[in-house]
């Protein structure tokens, strides 16, 4: 025997084994497990390619409006939630997971070709004919539009779903594998997470400018199809159990800690309270994402690479906590506590972030103009630093979310039996949460609020999601099972006293800074030069469905603003109002006779509207 070669190898093996090709000849399927890590992180990687292609495709036929994109979005986590949930009542019964995971992904693929074909075929007509039957019936209309987008997509999303249970039934098979399961979910989910966040930059930033919409569509497709096949082609390989699993009776990758006293096991009602939270996790988290996108959307600006920049710093801070957590759950002897403690540190986060968000437009400013002289030479790295400013409010409360995962699944899961359903209802409640909370914060909360606020609704939305979670975290503390129940109950007195007080009296985001519009590069030196430009008098400011409207005045100056961009003026925009007003007039066969009247009216018009409006 090689000593050199054979030292490659666990030492349990060394004597079993007297060269390479021996060990992989004698145990073949032990290779294999790490290529199912593998297809998880790629099915992540295609799942989001996927929706960003087919989020495309639809705002083709029917349009890029904010409900429009929220109708697409909410049945695509719709269809995550309910295959989760029901791939995970099945997971346990089946004699083998990991091939139902592998025909999951290859019903994927096939979608992948047949959707875009749909889409550009039928869908158009279908948008034609409902526009002409329920155009003049906006709720009518949105239902059925709603109902269309379903139907297209309820197969492929559902599949996407039910990866999650059913892996986590193949990678949980023995009773010892209950100590870790915090751990091996987690890593699943880790995983999973990365490939997300590398099918964002891929399909944002590379795929959709260098080879288009189909071919990017095509690509995701294949990478579904071919972990199907590779599946597939070693299934019977693939349903051994893995390695450690044979030469370890117990079946414990921790042994170190088997020994240590068992955590105490909580109640019913712990249990549905922690649940609850992760719904009202889900749910708080989407208020805050919208809430992050509108207010980047006035900093970095509210391109498509602008989302994209915020949903990568978003999904980067959960891959990071869930990361850090599943190495670590095991030490937690009380995971419902921590639990508990974990959704406090999420509402303090929020709060830490909520206190300069509105300094990020002049930091951001400060970073391009004193890193980058030429701008068009340096888009890249101006994009980076688009990044780093998004993550400073988004990242250290999405840490802490992507860490709520292995602990929840930690806390509930107790038997191997039921783990598939178990972390089935968890991800199906949590992107319930989701969904409820991406619809009612944009269409209800936001311009609710604003109402209520003086129009700022953002803020108040904020506020509302830094109280679900103190909520949430002081009830699944104080119900956790152990010990200082009195010493919980003066720590969640203290909890809430301080969320109140935040609440309270923490004043709104100064609107002339947040609305300065440093996204318009050309304008950052400027914005930076006080003498220049000064502080304006905010006469009016309004949190909108779609957009954050302002109205500011630099003496005699007004401006109307939309996300912080002048839309209106009776300063240097005055030209450009008035050729817009002249444009159809000029295409109307009657209408340049009336040419000079129409733009002495608009000019006049402009000026009156800004004046009562202030």
Same mark, same amino acid.
């Not at 047949?114 to 279908?126: A, C, D, F, N, W």
């Given at each position: 025997?090689?000593?050199?070669?054979?030292?490659?190898?666990?030492?349990?093996?060394?004597?079993?084994?007297?060269?390479?090709?021996?060990?992989?000849?004698?145990?073949?399927?032990?290779?294999?497990?790490?290529?199912?890590?593998?297809?998880?992180?790629l099915?992540?990687?295609?799942? =989001?390619?996927?929706?960003?292609?087919?989020?495309?495709?639809?705002?083709?036929?029917?349009?890029?409006?904010?409900?429009?994109?929220?109708?697409?979005l909410?049945?695509?986590?719709?269809?995550?939630?309910?295959?989760?949930w @029901?791939?995970?009542?099945?997971?346990?019964?089946?004699?083998?997971?990991?091939?139902?995971?592998?025909?999951?992904?290859?019903?994927?693929?096939?979608?992948?070709?047949?959707?875009?074909?749909?889409?550009?075929?039928?869908?158009?007509?279908l948008?034609?004919?409902?526009?002409?039957?329920?155009? *003049?019936?906006?709720?009518?209309?949105s239902?059925?539009?709603?109902?269309?987008?379903a139907?297209?997509?309820?197969?492929?999303?559902?599949?996407?779903?039910?990866?999650l &249970?059913?892996?986590?039934?193949?990678?949980?098979?023995?009773?010892?594998?209950?100590?870790?399961?915090?751990?091996?979910?987690?890593? @699943?989910?880790?995983?999973?997470?990365?490939?997300?966040?590398?099918?964002?930059?891929?399909?944002?930033?590379?795929?959709?400018?260098?080879?288009?919409?189909?071919?990017?569509?095509?690509?995701?497709?294949?990478? *579904?199809?071919?972990?199907?096949?590779?599946?597939?082609?070693?299934?019977?390989r693939?349903?051994? &159990? &893995?390695?450690?699993?044979?030469?370890? &009776?117990?079946?414990?990758?921790?042994?170190?800690?088997?020994?240590?006293?068992?955590?105490?096991?909580?109640?019913?009602?712990?249990? =549905?309270?922690?649940?609850?939270?992760?719904?009202?996790?889900?749910?708080?988290?989407?208020?805050?994402?919208?809430?992050?996108?509108?207010?980047?959307?006035?900093?970095?600006?509210?391109?498509?690479?602008?989302?994209?920049?915020?949903?990568?710093?978003?999904?980067?801070?959960?891959?990071? !906590?869930?990361?850090?957590?599943?190495?670590?759950?095991?030490?937690?002897?009380?995971?419902?506590?921590?639990?508990?403690?974990?959704?406090?540190?999420?509402?303090?986060?929020?709060?830490?972030?909520?206190?300069?968000?509105?300094? =990020?437009?002049?930091?951001?400013?400060?970073?391009?103009?004193?890193?980058?002289?030429?701008? %068009?030479?340096?888009?890249?790295?101006?994009?980076?630093?688009?990044?780093?400013?998004?993550?400073?409010?988004?990242?250290?409360?999405?840490?802490?979310? !992507?860490? /709520?995962?292995?602990?929840?699944?930690?806390?509930?899961?107790?038997?191997?039996?039921?783990?598939?359903?178990?972390v089935? *209802?968890?991800?199906?409640?949590n992107? =319930?949460?989701?969904?409820?909370?991406?619809?009612?914060s944009?269409?209800?909360f936001?311009?609710?609020?604003?109402?209520?606020?003086?129009?700022?609704?953002?803020?108040?939305?904020?506020?509302?999601?830094?109280?679900?979670?103190?909520?949430?975290?002081?009830?699944?503390?104080?119900?956790?099972?152990?010990?200082?129940?009195?010493?919980?109950?003066?720590?969640?007195?203290? /909890?809430?006293?301080?969320?109140?007080?935040?609440?309270?009296?923490?004043?709104?985001?100064?609107?002339?800074r947040?609305?300065?519009?440093?996204?318009?590069?050309?304008?950052?030196?400027?914005?930076?030069?006080?003498e220049?430009?000064?502080?304006?008098?905010?006469?009016?400011?309004?949190?909108?469905?779609?957009?954050?409207?302002?109205?500011?005045?630099?003496?005699r100056?007004? /401006?109307?603003?939309?996300?912080?961009?002048?839309?209106?003026?009776?300063?240097?925009?005055?030209?450009?109002?008035?050729?817009?007003?002249?444009?159809?007039? @000029?295409?109307?066969?009657?209408?340049?006779?009336?040419?000079?009247?129409?733009?002495?009216?608009?000019?006049?018009?402009?000026?009156? %509207?800004?004046?009562?409006?202030?």
């Amino acid at each position: 025997t090689n000593p050199g070669r054979c030292c490659r190898f666990p030492k349990t093996n060394c004597g079993r084994y007297g060269k390479a090709s021996e060990f992989f000849k004698t145990q073949p399927e032990a290779s294999l497990h790490p290529v199912v890590l593998i297809a998880f992180i790629l099915s992540g990687f295609s799942s =989001l390619t996927l929706e960003t292609v087919w989020i495309r495709y639809l705002e083709h036929v029917f349009g890029a409006t904010t409900l429009a994109v929220s109708t697409v979005l909410t049945c695509f986590m719709g269809g995550l939630a309910l295959g989760s949930w @029901l791939f995970g009542r099945y997971a346990d019964r089946l004699k083998s997971p990991v091939l139902a995971y592998g025909v999951a992904e290859g019903i994927v693929g096939l979608c992948a070709f047949v959707i875009p074909v749909i889409i550009s075929s039928v869908y158009p007509h279908l948008n034609a004919l409902m526009t002409a039957h329920l155009g *003049n019936n906006f709720l009518l209309f949105s239902l059925v539009r709603f109902a269309a987008v379903a139907v297209l997509l309820i197969v492929p999303t559902t599949c996407m779903g039910a990866t999650l &249970p059913l892996l986590a039934r193949y990678f949980m098979q023995k009773e010892g594998h209950m100590k870790q399961v915090g751990r091996r979910i987690g890593i @699943l989910y880790t995983l999973n997470t990365i490939g997300a966040i590398t099918g964002v930059f891929a399909a944002t930033f590379i795929l959709l400018k260098t080879i288009g919409l189909w071919a990017t569509n095509v690509t995701a497709g294949i990478i *579904n199809l071919c972990l199907f096949t590779l599946i597939f082609t070693f299934r019977k390989r693939l349903a051994q &159990p &893995p390695l450690e699993d044979r030469d370890d &009776p117990d079946g414990d990758l921790d042994g170190l800690l088997d020994n240590a006293a068992p955590p105490p096991t909580p109640g019913r009602a712990a249990i =549905l309270l922690v649940m609850l939270s992760f719904f009202l996790s889900g749910l708080a988290s989407m208020n805050l994402q919208v809430v992050w996108n509108r207010a980047m959307a006035m900093i970095i600006g509210s391109s498509v690479y602008s989302f994209g920049i915020v949903l990568i710093a978003f999904l980067v801070g959960l891959a990071a !906590g869930s990361a850090l957590l599943s190495a670590r759950v095991r030490k937690f002897r009380n995971p419902v506590f921590a639990l508990g403690v974990l959704q406090l540190c999420i509402a303090a986060a929020v709060m830490l972030s909520y206190l300069y968000i509105d300094d =990020l437009p002049r930091v951001f400013a400060r970073l391009v103009t004193g890193n980058v002289s030429d701008y %068009e030479d340096h888009v890249g790295f101006i994009q980076f630093l688009m990044f780093i400013v998004a993550a400073l409010p988004v990242f250290p409360a999405t840490f802490c979310m !992507g860490a /709520a995962f292995p602990l929840t699944i930690q806390s509930i899961s107790t038997s191997l039996s039921s783990i598939g359903r178990d972390v089935g *209802n968890v991800y199906a409640l949590n992107t =319930l949460g989701a969904i409820c909370g991406s619809f009612l914060s944009a269409f209800v909360f936001v311009p609710l609020f604003s109402r209520w606020t003086d129009g700022v609704g953002m803020q108040a939305t904020c506020f509302l999601s830094i109280s679900i979670y103190c909520a949430a975290g002081i009830a699944v503390m104080v119900s956790a099972p152990g010990r200082w129940q009195r010493l919980r109950w003066s720590f969640a007195a203290v /909890a809430a006293v301080a969320c109140i007080a935040f609440v309270t009296t923490v004043p709104a985001w100064d609107p002339a800074r947040l609305t300065i519009g440093v996204f318009r590069l050309s304008l950052m030196k400027d914005a930076l030069d006080e003498e220049s430009w000064g502080e304006p008098d905010v006469k009016y400011y309004h949190d909108g469905v779609t957009t954050t409207v302002s109205i500011e005045m630099w003496g005699r100056h007004i /401006a109307l603003k939309n996300n912080g961009k002048v839309d209106a003026s009776n300063g240097d925009d005055m030209p450009t109002q008035v050729m817009v007003a002249a444009v159809p007039l @000029l295409l109307h066969k009657e209408g340049p006779e009336d040419l000079d009247v129409a733009m002495r009216s608009e000019e006049r018009r402009v000026g009156k %509207e800004c004046r009562l409006t202030c």
